[in-house]
């Protein structure tokens, strides 16, 4: 068990929905980082939030959008859902801003989009 | 940005044998190179990690070796387990700047045949 919780596990929904998927990082841990893993793709890059601000984005869409919360948990908000959105997202959380810190994963959310 | 390259996508081998898996990194400025293991749904797992001013590093069975001239890394298995059956991916980021995502290579399957 890393230390780190998602919620939901699973979650199944239609095309053109909204959903939000939520990550509670490590205590201590100051930043929280999503990252989105499609069907035999790699882990991708979506966004970096540190002490409630954005640090950095990756290949995030405008139809997805993140923020942290002062108790430092996260949410993930993913709009107008097609069906190449369906995937694992997991969020990962380490002390620091900086790199050259562990990363501690979270066990993910698998979204089906139908 | 930067670009992680890894190979091979697929390696099998008999229990016992050592497991070799190559990456390369683009950014000069990388100095942190962290490998995860990620077992069939679930979480990646942190199983070992290298900073730009070290060459090698071992923890029991495994090991990493940097070589920062040639901008590459790699992770070698020894003793290879039915266990260690897995993808593997490797990782860069940097340590400096107010961002540390992680860069992902796109994986390594590996299956150990008993």
Redesign the interface.
Known sequence: D?GVTQTPKHLITATGQRVTLRCSPRSGDL?V?WYQQSLD?????LI?Y?NGEE??K?NILERFSAQQFPDLHSELNLSSLELGDSALY?CAS?P?????????????TRLTVL | GENVEQHPSTLSVQEGDSAVIKCTYSDSASNYFPWYKQELGKRPQLIIDIRSNVGEKKDQRIAVTLNKTAKHFSLHITETQPEDSAVYFCAASTNGGSQGNLIFGKGTKLSVKP
């Open positions: 890393s930043s980082y793709q790699g882990l991708q890059f970096q540190y640090r950095a990756g997991f380490s620091q801003q900086r790199g050259g810190h562990t990363q501690y994963f979270g066990p993910g």
